[in-house]
């Protein structure tokens, strides 16, 4: 794991560039008001349409500027799209096996959403005088008009598609490459790309201090636990990338945290909750390195497709 890679561009080219992409990231964000001077969107709809094609357009810049830097040998579409980890092939274990493994964390999340649902069924159940067509019929109906709440929801675009695909093509696909590029070990890189990551929130900091009734001790706090919470996410989606070669790995895994939120440790009367979260846990670091393993995820580790061959970490 201290595997040390050939330098093909200085460390502190592949820094410096790393910190302009962070900026490039959270600054273009602010453009419209600050340098387009456009006027105040009309709605919070409005605000994020604005913000996802602002962050569209910085990781677009991301991906032309760190190719140019980067030493790509051949310049086939699947070569290039294969530094990023872009790639068409192994997709069901790049999207299972990582999924599998990110829900073992939440282990007592899932139990909990389980109980409260069972209690919600029987409650219905109870009321409409046992278990009939009609009840089940309404559980659908329920279920599926959650899911077009979903899908009509700017917020959800934003958590679940917008925000992990734009952070994980910067932040994973565009850094990492770099910094192994650089000569930066990989143990170096997985708790160092993380720091731009968490960084890279602090542009919530105003936000959440005009929420909090302009209080830094609250907002910072908030802030504080967001930040701790992005660098233990950063440190796994950067090992899941090195470690697959996929961007698919740390991209569904992004999803599905934001989705789950923090995991639960516990639930008052439920302690079913807590041993499900500690046998989850202790799961997730059983199967962490043999259900990451390169091979499952490449053909040829020994020749894989990736720039300078991070598939080949073993």
């Not at 990781?59 to 190719?67: H, K, R, Y």
């Not at 695909?165 to 790309?193: H, Q």
């Not at 490449?298 to 497709?305: F, L, M, Q």
């Amino acid at each position: 794991m201290e595997q040390e890679t050939e330098a093909y561009v200085s460390k502190a080219a592949a820094l410096m560039a790393c910190v302009l992409m962070t900026l490039s990231y959270v600054g273009i964000l602010y453009a419209p008001t600050l340098i387009l001077r456009l006027p105040p969107p009309a709605s919070l709809k409005h605000y994020l349409i604005r913000r996802f094609i602002c962050a569209a357009i910085s990781s677009i810049i991301s991906l032309i500027f760190s190719a140019l830097i980067l030493p790509i040998r051949s310049w086939e579409t699947s070569n290039v799209l294969g530094v990023y980890g872009i790639r068409a092939d192994h997709m069901w274990q790049a999207a299972v096996f990582p999924l599998f493994l990110t829900s073992l964390m939440y282990a007592g999340s899932m139990v909990l959403k389980s109980l409260l649902l069972l209690n919600s069924w029987t409650t219905d159940m109870n009321n409409s005088g046992g278990l009939s067509l009609g009840c089940i019929k309404i559980v659908l109906w329920s279920l599926r008009a959650q899911m077009f709440a979903v899908a009509s929801n700017i917020l959800a675009w934003r958590n679940f598609v917008v925000a992990p695909l734009t952070e994980e093509l910067v932040f994973r696909a565009c850094m990492i490459p770099l910094l192994l590029c650089g000569g930066f070990k990989i143990n170096t890189i997985i708790f160092l790309c993380p720091v731009f990551f968490s960084l890279a929130h602090l542009n919530h900091l105003m936000e959440i201090y005009s929420a909090q009734n302009f209080s830094l001790l609250k907002a910072s706090m908030i802030v504080g636990l967001q930040l701790g919470y992005t660098v233990v996410f950063g440190w796994y989606a950067s090992f899941l990338f090195i470690r697959t070669g996929h961007l698919a790995a740390p991209l569904i895994a992004h999803i599905f945290c934001n989705y789950m939120g923090l995991p639960v440790l516990f639930a008052r009367n439920r302690g079913l909750v807590s041993v499900a979260f500690v046998a989850g846990m202790v799961a997730f670091l059983w199967l962490l390195f043999p259900i990451t393993r390169p091979d499952l995820y490449n053909d040829r580790t020994n020749n894989c497709r990736c720039l300078h061959g991070y598939c080949s970490w073993n």
